[in-house]
Structures are given as structure tokens and as C-alpha cells.
């Protein structure tokens, strides 16, 4: 009864595999799965030229050639989006490569898509923490005071948590509690980059101005 039984899954099995076979199924899984790796390498090419570009432009010291190699950086981290928008790297080198020229606005809406439902599950908590320092980082440089320093400290705090060992998030972090007048968080932030980077002359110099050494 049981051989009975095994016999006719086994001739359900191959009959159901031919029709899939004869409607050429098989074959648009297999081209699905092939293009799918092709636009996936293709858009990791487009991501480390850009990479590339955007270190060459940060070790030239002309500002045009600087300006024009980030440009480029930025469109090919949007020719990585278009391939594969879900992937949050090329959205972060956008940010980048567009802070670089000094297109605040844009690199924080590059930011925020980075660090978006869409893309943010592509990223390690290290890598979250890293985008999340550094759109801080853009808002404190774009506004000094206010709305950006109270929306950056959201950003700094969950940069911290996810990324204990970010000397530079911290320090940033200090500044921006002592920009809101609150001294003993600034104390404390300035103290652990200093514990990770004991040589950090801004961080010292913080708790030197706070009192506290």
C-alpha cells in the first residue's frame, strides 16, 4: 500500500515537472535568477567606481578636480540605486559624494532613504550606526543650533547604542548636549571618546572647559 502510494507522488511529481518544462517554466526561473545576479554585479561596478571616485576626490587638494570627481561618484552611486534601490550603501555614498560638494539638503535626503525601511535591514548595527553619525553630523553642520542639534541628538544617541566604540559620534555627541546646556550628559559623552581615543585633543580640551579633569 505504501509502495502503491510512494508510485503515484513519484508520477504526480514528473507529471506536474513536464508541464512546467513544456511551458518553458524551468528555463524563465533559471533567466529570472541569471538576470537577477547580473544586475546585482552590475550595480556593486557602479558602487566601488563610485567609491573610488569620491577617494580621489577627497585626496586632491584642487577644488574644481575635488568637485567634478564627486560629482561623478554621486551619479554612479545613482546608477547603483537604480539597479538595486533597497541596498543602502549606494545611497550613503550619494550622501557623501553630494555633502562633499556642498549639497546639504540632498545628502540628507539621501540619508534618510539610506536609513529608511527600504533599505536600512541591508545595513550592519555597526553600518546603521555609521549613517546615523554622519547624517548627525551634516544636521549640526547645516544648522549649528536648534531643530538640528535636538534632531541629531536622536541620531547620535541610537548611533552610540549601535556603535559604542565611535569616538567621533561621541565627541559629537558631547558638543551637541553642551550646546543644549546639559552638562553632565556633555561630561559623560566627551569621557568615553576619550577612553576609546585617549589622545583626542577636542574631546580633552571639552572636559578641561566643562570642569571636569
Known amino acids: 500500500m505504501e509502495f502503491d502510494l510512494l508510485i503515484q507522488v513519484a508520477l504526480i511529481s514528473i507529471t506536474v515537472f513536464m508541464f512546467l518544462w513544456m511551458q518553458n517554466i524551468p528555463q524563465n526561473l533559471f533567466d529570472k535568477i541569471r538576470y537577477r545576479d547580473r544586475t546585482s554585479y552590475a550595480a556593486k561596478r557602479h558602487f566601488v567606481l563610485g567609491a573610488e571616485l569620491l577617494a580621489k576626490s577627497r585626496s586632491t587638494t584642487d577644488r ?13 552611486a545613482d546608477e547603483s540605486i537604480s539597479l538595486n534601490p ?4 549606494p545611497h550613503i555614498l550619494k550622501a557623501l559624494a553630494l555633502d562633499s560638494q556642498g549639497f546639504t539638503t540632498s545628502a540628507l535626503d539621501a540619508l534618510d532613504v539610506a536609513l529608511s525601511p527600504l533599505a536600512v535591514k541591508s545595513l550592519s548595527d555597526g553600518e546603521k550606526g555609521d549613517a546615523l553619525y554622519k547624517r548627525a553630523e551634516i544636521k549640526v553642520k547645516a544648522s549649528g543650533k536648534g531643530d538640528g542639534v535636538e534632531s541629531a541628538l536622536a541620531d547620535l544617541v541610537e548611533s552610540v547604542r549601535l556603535k559604542a566604540d565611535n569616538a567621533a559620534a561621541l565627541r559629537l555627541l558631547g558638543e551637541c548636549y553642551e550646546k543644549k546646556d546639559m552638562k553632565e550628559e556633555a561630561v559623560k559623552a566627551y569621557m568615553g571618546a576619550v577612553k576609546i ?6 574631546a580633552r580640551d571639552a572636559l578641561v572647559r566643562l570642569g571636569s579633569t
Open 64 to 76: 574644481t578636480t575635488s568637485n567634478k570627481l564627486a560629482k561623478s561618484a554621486a551619479e554612479q
Open 86 to 89: 533597497k541596498d543602502a550603501a
Open 197 to 202: 581615543e585617549p589622545d583626542s585633543k577636542v
